[in-house]
């Protein structure tokens, strides 16, 4: 009786609770709205140019397909397309193609010509995708954890430019998840257990970990929220498409205190204490779920796309078709029932990460029990694991053909580049494809490797392959401003070496980053498997090197020749990480001592490369962290997730640690190098002494100094020090001869 009683009290609070609420939000813009929003968009990008431009928005695709168009009339240069979004990929073309322009998140060089060219002849370009997905779950803490509005303006900008209509949007739900456990009766102090810190939201929204790095503070919430509301008003009035989230199942740990009758299960991810999950069969489940999509939608609006992801990198109990399915039609009920437009987004990441369990029985189970035309499938690592060619192009279901590239955000040169080039457009042709209708950007982390998304991103106005050499050629010239010969051999060379990388996941971390030892591998998520011969980016080098009297005046070439010089000091660590591990094994100390010692001159040499670009500092992820916190209790916390995150990521044991390595000007100075130091110290003393190095005692000091590390508030530089081209050529004087 009392279970029923509370189904009925939530019922009323449902139908109560959708009457009231926040009627403001702003989900349609009028054409007029648009073409405003698109002119204040050329004017953030050219610098208050925007007179010179002529913007204009017609509200309507050429046969179902957005477009744009450049040309000029009466004196200034005309932006036309559908929407903002292609509004702006016009701006952006006319800007490469026409001024020298060049915009991206590491190396840009964006001062026009005080007299802006006019085009010639009128250029059209056609997407072939419906869809032009962004953003990856992980990406909101690898990299946005800190954003403020400024730094999200600029994203939403970069993603219009290049063509992006459908962001993932989850910021600010723990105001949703609050609301929703509220209204269940949960109080703030149960609460507490279940919100995760601020580094970490995005596993806890997926159901893998609870309350981890909290608790969380209300006044962060409060921020995401109208952090949340900007991000959407500047996506939507642009014509973009934000996708939100759903309900999966993810209860608080006192769920079975307040709902005792309830069925749940437990699910673990990790090494983290287990979460509680609601079992879909529960009549609970789509009460929740419509109360999350009411909450939600009073709060954000909604334009009807909602991500949810069941059984994220955990299993399901069973393997039964009638369980499999009851879920799926569960989860897509308690968004339908609330808007009956809702369109299922799910990643199929599942399916390649647990490929063991999910056959094609138990995939077609889980996707059967909802209509194809309601559900879109990411296909969330197409360029080296695709999923679609092996589930007949998901059983009818409309999916996107995605790069994932980047785990964790990881400073390392690493691609798929024929993939990106080819693949896109064969699967668009290809008729077993069934219902592809678009691309994405699923990358964990970003600001890194600029090229590869440059790379992909040319497939979002073109229907056909990419020309490899020409792309070269083109998008190198431009971020150079000359077609430098050399630099563009540096960069061919890296395309057919770093840039197919079918070895390993997102490419090799280095032996510096590493826990330290002598074995062959550190342990945690650290992989030093080579995917291309050292030798071959040794010679990409010294044509870089070669190219800098002529190009170092450009800031892509400035931060690429930084880029590539610290991947070929990073790659010669482990050769002279082998010759120190050499010299104890023959109990050689004065060559131990001395191989000891260029070792750890390796990491004061990085950092000091590293400190030349800002997007290579530690202190800026820090300090911004910091920034968000209102009282200094808020300031140490954030802190602390920021710190965790890049380093142990979980607990002192946790075998994920390092996962976020970050090859970093004070990471390398200021973590890395303290751990190897002291490793290499007790090392030295035990060959002095003619003992073994105790290896356990050596993890135990470790793991405390690293925790103790976690939880410092030592200070490191937010701002570039020293010129990046001198320190670049010094380093090549100094190793090139010793890089054999």
């Known amino acids: 009786m009392n279970r029923i009683f509370k189904y009925m009290v939530l019922i009323f609070l449902a139908m109560l609770s959708a009457s009231c609420g926040d009627k403001s939000v702003k989900t349609d813009f009028s054409v007029e709205e648009t073409r405003q929003a698109a002119v204040s968009l050329v004017g953030r990008v050219t610098a208050g140019r925007q007179k010179e431009f002529k913007v204009v928005v017609t509200g309507v695709q050429q046969d179902g397909k957005d477009w744009f168009s450049v040309y000029s009339e009466n004196g200034k240069i005309v932006l036309e397309g559908n929407n903002g979004v292609s509004v702006a990929s016009a701006l952006n073309h006319y800007l490469k193609n026409w001024c020298g322009w060049h915009y991206t998140w590491c190396g840009k060089d964006t001062v026009l010509p005080e007299v802006l060219p006019l085009p010639e002849e009128k250029v059209t370009k056609v997407s072939p995708y419906k869809y032009r997905y962004c953003l990856n779950y992980c990406t909101f803490n690898y990299t946005m954890s800190w954003w403020d509005f400024e730094r999200w303006q600029q994203e939403i900008d970069f993603m219009a430019l290049n063509g992006i209509n459908m962001p993932l949007a989850v910021t600010g739900q723990n105001s949703v998840w609050q609301r929703v456990y509220r209204r269940l009766g949960f109080t703030d102090v149960q609460l507490e257990s279940f919100f995760s810190g601020p580094a970490y939201f995005n596993w806890f929204w997926m159901g893998n970990l609870d309350g981890w790095g909290g608790p969380l503070p209300q006044s962060f919430m409060d921020k995401h929220e109208k952090l949340q509301k900007s991000i959407l008003f500047a996506e939507r009035s642009l014509g973009m498409t934000p996708i939100l989230p759903a309900f999966t199942g993810h209860v608080p740990p006192a769920f079975s205190e307040m709902f005792p009758e309830a069925k749940v299960r437990r699910t673990s991810w990790v090494e983290f204490p287990e979460v509680t999950i609601l079992d879909p069969e529960e009549e609970l489940f789509t009460e929740i779920g419509r109360m999350f999509i009411e909450e939600q939608t009073k709060l954000y609006g909604t334009d009807h796309f909602y991500t949810a992801d069941t059984f994220n990198e955990n299993l399901p109990p069973t393997a039964d078709s009638m369980f499999l399915s009851s879920i799926s039609e569960k989860v897509y009920r308690s968004m339908s029932e609330v808007d009956p437009e809702a369109v299922w987004v799910m990643q199929g990441w599942l399916f390649y990460h647990e490929r063991e369990f999910w056959g094609d029985h138990e995939i077609r189970s889980l996707l059967a029990s909802v209509p194809d035309d309601r559900m879109l499938i990411l296909d969330l690592w197409s360029e080296r694991y695709p999923v679609w060619n092996r589930t007949n192009a998901y059983y009818g279901k409309p999916w996107i053909w995605c790069m994932l590239h980047n785990f964790g ?332």
């Not at 690493?414 to 950007?441: C, F, R, W, Y």
């Not at 790379?455 to 979002?460: A, D, Q, R, S, T």
């Not at 992820?621 to 920021?642: F, H, I, Q, R, V």
Request: glycine share 10%; proline share 2%.
């Open 409 to 740: 955000q990881n400073i390392v040169l690493s691609g798929n580049a024929t993939s990106v080039e080819n693949d896109p457009s064969a699967a668009l042709h290809d008729p077993e494809s069934g219902k592809m209708q678009g691309i994405g950007l699923t990358m964990e982390g970003i600001e890194q490797n600029p090229a590869m998304y440059a790379l992909m991103l040319e497939n979002v106005w073109r229907d056909s392959a990419i020309d490899e050499d020409g792309f070269i050629r083109s998008y190198f010239g431009g971020r150079y401003g000359a077609e430098d010969e050399n630099a563009l051999a540096a960069w061919k060379i890296i395309f057919d070496t770093a840039f197919e990388n079918n070895v390993n996941n997102g490419g090799q971390e280095s032996i510096l980053c590493g826990r330290p030892t002598f074995t062959g591998s550190p342990g945690g998520a650290i992989n030093l498997k080579f995917h291309y011969d050292p030798k071959d980016l040794v010679r990409a080098w010294d044509l870089l090197v070669s190219s800098a009297d002529v190009l170092k005046g450009r800031d892509g070439y400035r931060y690429d020749l930084v880029d590539v010089t610290r991947q070929v000091l990073a790659d010669y660590a482990l050769a002279l990480h082998g010759e120190v591990a050499e010299k104890y094994a023959d109990g050689d100390s004065k060559g131990f001592a001395d191989a000891s010692a260029r070792f750890i001159g390796l990491f004061d040499d990085m950092d000091a490369l590293l400190a030349t670009r800002e997007e290579f500092l530690l202190g800026r992820w820090l300090e911004s962290a910091k920034a968000m916190g209102d009282t200094e209790p808020e300031k140490a916390l954030y802190e602390k997730n920021a710190r965790n995150l890049l380093t142990l990521w979980g607990g002192k044991d946790c075998r994920i640690r390092d996962y976020a390595c970050r090859q970093w000007s004070g990471m390398m100075g200021g973590f890395y190098r303290c751990r190897w130091k002291m490793f290499l110290d007790m090392a030295s003393e035990s060959l002095e002494a003619g003992r073994e190095l105790d290896i356990m005692e050596f993890d135990t000091l470790c793991k405390n100094w690293e925790w103790d590390w976690i939880s410092g508030s030592e200070t490191y530089p937010v701002t570039a020090s020293g010129d990046e081209v001198e320190e670049c050529l010094r380093i090549h004087g100094k190793y090139r001869s010793l890089i054999k």
